[in-house]
C-alpha cells in the first residue's frame, strides 16, 4: 500500500503519462516556476516579519526621543 491506497506502480503509470503528456522539458520548466514561486513568498514573508519586528523598536525610539524632550523642558521649567 502507498498514499492513501495507490500503490507504487499505480502512481509510475500515472507519472508516465504525465511525462508522455507534457514531456520532459515543459516539465523541468514547470518546476522551476514552481521553485521560483516558492522562494519569491519565502523572501516576501521574511520581508513582512522584518518589517514588522522593525516597527517596535521605531516606536520605542520614538517614545524615548519624546520622553528625553519633555524631560529637558522640564528641567528649564526649573
Known amino acids: 500500500m ?3 491506497g495507490i500503490s507504487i506502480w499505480q502512481l509510475l503509470i ?3 503519462i504525465i511525462v508522455l503528456l507534457f514531456g520532459t522539458k515543459k516539465l523541468r520548466g ?3 516556476d514552481l521553485g ?3 522562494k519569491g ?3 516576501a514573508m521574511s520581508d513582512e516579519d522584518n518589517k514588522e519586528a522593525d516597527k ?3 516606536a520605542i525610539q520614538s517614545q524615548a526621543q ?3 524632550a519633555s524631560t529637558e523642558t522640564d ?4
Open 2 to 4: 502507498g498514499l492513501g
Open 14 to 16: 500515472v507519472l508516465a
Open 30 to 32: 514547470m518546476g522551476g
Open 36 to 38: 521560483n514561486a516558492v
Open 41 to 43: 513568498f519565502k523572501k
Open 56 to 58: 517596535p523598536k521605531d
Open 66 to 68: 519624546t520622553k528625553s
Open 75 to 78: 528641567k528649564e521649567k526649573v
